[in-house]
Structure formats: structure tokens, C-alpha cells
């Protein structure tokens, strides 16, 4: 699956609505149906991306990582631990995921093209080298524009339909001030904004910031699915699209970005540990 908070903003509000709306564990999926759903749809590869984030973090605070010399590497092994995060996934998941929903889109990701997608997916989500994956993406998005094709259009329609609601920016917007606060309250960096001026700061930069976010996806999405046909990229478009897939897509995101979220505060509080490396 392609993906890319405050807690009590995303991640409850999901559990008060689907203890509202359906008796609490009567349509709820069962743990292991929940585990045969993440590596179906490729959610636990997903997942354990978000590791490879971890790299974004210094430059966010202005700080060299090479400077901790290993200590950097152990340190976020330690803290975006893959099967600590699969866990949390799935104890969130038991708790809001509906069966109907959970069918619908193991139904489409068990099919041929679903599979195909995922194995692509997957092998997307863990390159390392974002840099070079996004300007080989952007290489082909430029060919196809020159073309004129019509690709573009339904790469677009894909990314849209996985962020229907729009809460991309706001979730990795709360991932930074997250973060930031929490290196702040540890004594990592000297922060001169109140949480209020930062919010404000960052609502002045979101027309950049969201311009930059869809021109990176579009990248994503077309260095993902270069080897797929056009019909393939209509049939997912179309099938992302559908009401239960948006359910899906809509809470795997919530879960993903509080999981960022938690990790980056932990991070953040655990790099007031760290001592600069020193030559011997």
C-alpha cells in the first residue's frame, strides 16, 4: 500500500467513532486476521519504512548525525524498533478495523493486479536512496507530460484518493512540532518559538508546503507503478476510489503518522543521551 497527529486528534477519535457506530469487538477483525491483512496489502513493509524517516530527523534540527558517530545508528534501531511498531498497528487496527472494510481490501490486493501492485509497493517503500528515487520520478513524470498522456491524470487521481481527506500536511505538520517540542523539553536544541508561533509558522508555509508534498507523491507514484499499463494505473485509480477502500486508507493513515509521531518524540527525548563521536 502507498501511504505518505496528535493522538487524541486522529488515532482516538477513530476508536470513539467505531465504538459508536458498532458494538466494540462484535465486527471488529481478530488478531490474526488483522497480521494476514498487513502482509497482504503490504502494510507491515509500510510500516517498517518508516524507519528510513529516521534520516530526516537531524536535518529538522539543524544537527550533523555523524557527528554521534555509531551511537546514531543504534540509537534509531532502538527507537523505530520494526516489531514495536508492527504491535502498535495491529492493537489499533483490533480495535477499528471492520471486517467489511478489511475483506474489501484484501479482496482487491489478493487479486493478480492487487499482488503486483504490493510487490512494486514494497520494493518502493524500502529504497534507501529517496533522492535518487524521486528524481528518476520526476524524470518520468517531465517524459510523460511531454507526451501528453494521460497517466499523469490518474497518478494524480491515485494519490488523491489515498489522502482523500487531505490530512497529510496536517499529520506531518504535528510530526515536526511533536517532535521539535520534544527536543526542546530535552534539552537538545534551544527553541525560541512558543508551540503557538510555530503552528503559525508553519500555517504561513503550507501553500509551499503542500505544493511540494503532491510534486513529491506524483514522483513516488510514477517511479512505483513505472511498470504497470495504463490500464492497470485506471484499475487502481478505480479501485482506491471505492467507499470502503477510502475507510481503509483513511485509518491506516491515522496510523501510520501517530506512529511517526511517537517515534519522533522518542527520538527526540533519547538524543539528549547521545555524545558527539570523538577521533582516537
Known sequence: MTYLLRRTALITSFILMTSVLLP???FA??????EAFLTTTGF???????ALSSASAPQMLGIDPDGFGSDWKRLTEDVFNIEDMHET?????EQTLRDEALNHAVEFYASD??????????????????DAKQQEGQEIVADLIKEGSS??????????????????????????????LAASASGVIDLQLSADELREMMRQNETGMR??????????????????????????????EQPLMQEVYELLNAVQYEIMAMKFEDLAARMADLHPAQDI
Open 24 to 26: 466494540a469487538q462484535t
Open 89 to 93: 498497528a495491529v492493537s489499533i487496527l
Open 151 to 180: 497517466r499523469v491524470e490518474n497518478l494524480k487521481r491515485m494519490n488523491s484518493a489515498i489522502d482523500s481527506s487531505g490530512t497529510a500536511l496536517r499529520a506531518l505538520q504535528e510530526i515536526q512540532l511533536r517532535f521539535l
Open 44 to 50: 507491515d513493509v509500510a510500516l517498517e519504512s518508516i
Open 113 to 130: 493486479l492487487g499482488q503486483r501492485l504490493v510487490e512494486a509497493e514494497n520494493a518502493s517503500h524500502l529504497r534507501e536512496d529517496e
Open 211 to 240: 505544493q511540494a508534498l503532491q510534486l513529491s507523491a506524483l514522483a513516488g507514484a510514477a517511479y512505483t507503478y513505472q511498470d504497470f499499463s495504463d490500464a492497470d494505473v485506471v484499475a487502481y485509480a478505480d479501485a482506491l
Open 29 to 34: 477483525a481478530g488478531r490474526d486476521r488483522i
